[in-house]
């Protein structure tokens, strides 16, 4: 399942009436913001029951 950047914010707008679409916006950009500065220092991102995410490094191989 894929969902688009903009459906989510939509959605996020629609259950929580109180908080402004721009606020919404930067709050979604600085949580993803967040996620890949972690991951970057090779930490684990997880949002529970969702997904869990985190780097591991491949060994090189001899590919055509």
């Known amino acids: 399942m894929s ?4 459906d989510l914010i939509k959605e996020l707008a629609t259950n929580y009436p109180n ?3 721009k606020d ?3 709050l979604f950009d600085i949580a993803v913001y967040e996620m890949q500065e972690a991951l970057k220092r090779g ?3 997880e949002l529970r029951d ?3 995410l985190e780097s591991r490094v491949q060994k090189a ?3 055509r």
Request: without cysteine; charged residues 30%.
């Open 43 to 45: 930490e684990r991102v």
């Open 61 to 63: 191989r001899i590919s």
């Open 24 to 26: 919404l916006l930067k």
């Open 19 to 21: 908080f402004l679409r």
């Open 3 to 6: 969902i688009v950047k903009s």
């Open 50 to 52: 969702v997904f869990s």
